[in-house]
């Protein structure tokens, strides 16, 4: 612990920080401290204060910026002082708000334990988040744990851009200089208890464990070290592979990777320094001057940039190890005067190759030597020989498989595929997992795919091409692949497309246009008077009716007929049909009136003169009856009005008593004159005509003598 006193910071706690006090030259004022054991930073003062005077349990909240550290002279940690960071207290929490920075300001060489770390955690139950850390000039451990259960999280470790360059002039070595500037530092572990490591990337650097003491368990729940360098020092550090001690372990482990450009120059340092599982992705195109031999089970992500070299012959990759993937990569063997194959697999098994493209070689895009390969996603393009070779060269025993996934494309003049010795044991075998290919045998143990280029053929069975007024339905079959479906119900006219594609992913549309369905009737329009009275017996002539179509134009009329001597309403309907079969209809309404002298039912209550005999015609016509005698009337009453005894002249306009009870009888018998309000109008005038043609008279709407005689 420190050798200043820490009777002196409790007092200054419990007082809350009332007064300012000078303590160690470092003043620590009581408007820092937010509540009991919060610690408020906001300068690097004020950091150098918390850390001359740390206690158990308190919180710090270091707010965002810069915070460049010098060494303490004044502390002595485990008989040393130089310390950058020195954390001695239990229990303590180490909190960025806004991600601050904080970073060795001067040179130290390495000799001494104390200048060697920026962080050193001598206390326990420690943590340390959401901070951005960079180590010293002539950097070694950023973070050295060196207390027990110590948590860090939502940390960020990387190189020093902080300080002036000439800063790192105290390291006379040009080697170790260089890798000063570019080393991020490590988080090493050397106390024994439960530690987490959460959310933290590490830039340039790495994690140490092996050391450890027995009782170590170390937890990483989302940890990356990225590296961007070609030094190769860097490259190999990562993290630990396993511990010296027993009873030591890790829970999940660091992910790393490799970030390589041309730039840069890294691709060989970083294949150098990869492990198995790690992952090299590119930033950039890469031209490299000798074959890229891949040893490790490692992931290459190509990020849809280009791998070429400027190395003639052999080939521009090499796979030498099991398990490895190579992915969104375009290899380009430079042509004519480049390499002779693209991609060589030799002798090993689960290989994956997705979304790679092969070019521009000499010879093949792709060898499979005896190995066991799966390819998603493939393209060879512009070979001299096949696309992929797939074949077990000299001296190889071991099986040749290759399988075919996703769509693959090949422009090759030569075959996509070939399998040059069927007859070898164990015999090389193309999986094609879409039935992307055809194949032949152009001589006896050589079998050539070749990319199926051929699209699906559909047919339309037949349907309804004429006029109809109904939905049409239309089937299709395809003779390989499959179809978006098998058929389309067309309600209305317009257009479908069916769609066949194949295993290899070709494609074929066959559009079908439909355009005689017809569900829209004609339109009728009747000439002339509607509705119209003629008399009885009378001649008459109908205007008719005509009609048009949308796609038929003119139509046809058909009408029905009545006879003229018979009194009574009758309606003429006139329909017309299109060629598709909707049907139209319209009327017109006709009443025939019986034929009388003189004025008909609104006249006096005199006897009805005779009616002229009907001229003789033609065709048997029944005789029109007489005019049936007016009944004796009563004294007081109507003939037939149980009730009421009408005596008056009535016709529209009229008013009173009378009116409403002849509204009365005839609402009685069924002709509404709606209600009885005793006022003489139009749909009473309407309900006395159509009484009147009911009994045979003239239908004028006046109830005279006639009229009331027939009121029964």
């Excluded at 000063?180 to 208890?193: N, P, R, V």
């Excluded at 590296?227 to 190769?232: E, G, L, R, S, V």
């Excluded at 993937?325 to 063997?333: A, H, P, S, W």
């Excluded at 317009?494 to 066959?510: L, P």
Aim: hydrophobic share 35%.
């Amino acid at each position: 612990m420190f050798t200043k006193t820490r009777d002196n910071l409790k007092f200054i706690s419990s007082v809350l920080f009332a007064v300012a006090i000078l303590v160690g030259g470092i003043f620590v004022s009581s408007k820092n401290v937010l509540a009991d054991g919060l610690i408020q930073i906001t300068t690097v003062s004020e950091l150098r204060s918390a850390i001359a005077n740390q206690a158990d349990g308190q919180i710090w909240n270091i707010s965002a910026g810069d915070y460049g550290l010098d060494r303490f002279n004044d502390i002595t940690v485990k008989g040393q002082a130089g310390w950058y960071f020195p954390i001695t207290a239990n229990n303590i929490t180490i909190e960025g708000i806004g991600n601050p920075i904080i970073y060795g300001n001067e040179f130290s060489l390495n000799g001494n334990w104390s200048t060697q770390n920026l962080i050193s955690v001598f206390g326990n139950n420690v943590t340390i988040k959401g901070l951005t850390l960079m180590p010293k000039a002539e950097g070694n451990k950023t973070i050295e744990v060196l207390g027990s259960d110590i948590t860090i999280e939502n940390v960020t470790i990387q190189p020093n851009t902080k300080i002036d360059g000439s800063v790192y002039n105290g390291i006379t070595n040009d080697l170790d200089k260089a890798f000063s500037k570019e080393w991020g530092g490590s988080i090493y572990f050397s106390h024994i208890g439960n530690h987490m490591v959460k959310n933290v990337t590490i830039n340039n650097g790495g994690i140490s464990f092996r050391y450890s003491p027995s009782g170590t368990h170390v937890i990483f729940d989302n940890v990356n070290i990225v590296n961007k360098t070609a030094i190769d020092d860097i490259n190999s550090y990562r993290y630990s592979s396993g511990f010296d001690n027993t009873d030591t372990s890790t829970t999940g482990l660091p992910k790393v990777t490799y970030k390589v450009d041309a730039s840069t120059n890294n691709l060989a340092s970083a294949l150098l320094g990869a492990k198995d599982g790690d992952v090299i992705e590119f930033t950039s195109d890469i031209t490299t001057t000798s074959q890229t031999d891949i040893n490790k089970a490692i992931t290459i992500n190509g990020a849809n940039h280009t791998l070429t070299t400027t190395s003639v012959g052999g080939s521009v990759i090499g796979i030498n190890s099991n398990d490895v993937t190579i992915k969104n990569l375009i290899e380009d063997g430079n042509g004519d005067t480049g390499n002779n194959r693209g991609i060589n697999i030799y002798k090993v098994t689960g290989i994956l190759l997705d979304n790679v493209t092969a070019s521009n070689n000499k010879k093949n895009g792709i060898v499979v030597n005896g190995s066991t390969v799966t390819v998603n996603n493939i393209t060879t393009a512009n070979n001299g020989w096949e696309g992929i070779d797939v074949d077990q060269g000299s001296g190889v025993t071991t099986l040749a498989s290759l399988t075919v996934n996703g769509t693959s494309s090949h422009s090759e003049a030569k075959a996509a595929i070939r399998v040059d010795d069927t007859t070898k044991t164990p015999a090389p075998t193309v999986i094609d997992t879409k039935n992307q290919y055809s194949f032949s045998n152009p001589s006896g143990n050589i079998k050539d795919y070749v990319l199926d280029v051929t699209a699906p053929i559909i047919t339309i069975d037949s349907y309804v091409t004429t006029l109809t007024n109904q939905d049409i339905v239309v089937t299709a079959t395809t003779n390989e692949g499959t179809l978006n479906t098998s058929s389309h119900t067309f309600t209305v006219n317009g257009s479908f497309d069916f769609v066949a594609t194949d295993a290899a992913g070709n494609v074929k549309t066959e559009k079908v246009t439909i355009s005689n369905i017809d569900k829209t009737a004609p339109v009728i329009t009747v000439s002339g008077t509607n509705p119209i009275s003629v008399l009885q017996g009378s001649s008459y002539t109908d205007a008719g009716a005509t009609a048009t179509d949308d796609v038929d134009g003119v139509v046809t009329v058909n009408s029905s007929s009545f006879n003229t001597d018979t009194v009574g309403t009758f309606t003429i309907t006139y329909t017309a049909t299109d060629k598709a079969g909707n049907t139209a209809t319209a009327t017109r309404e006709v009443t025939v009136s019986r034929r009388s002298n003189g004025g008909g039912g609104g006249g006096s209550s005199a006897a009805t003169p005779a009616t002229p005999a009907t001229p003789a015609i033609p065709k048997i016509i029944p005789a029109v009856p007489a005019t049936p005698a007016i009944p004796a009337i009563p004294k007081g009453k109507v003939l037939g009005a149980e009730t009421y005894n009408f005596t008056k002249l009535m016709k529209k306009g009229l008013s009173g008593t009378e009116v409403m009870e002849l509204q009365k009888f005839l609402n009685t018998l069924g002709f509404d004159c709606g209600t009885a309000d005793g006022k003489f109008g139009q749909k009473t005038k309407n309900a006395v005509v159509k009484f009147q043609i009911s009994k045979g008279l003239k239908g004028d709407g006046v109830v005279g003598a006639m009229t009331r005689a027939f009121l029964k």
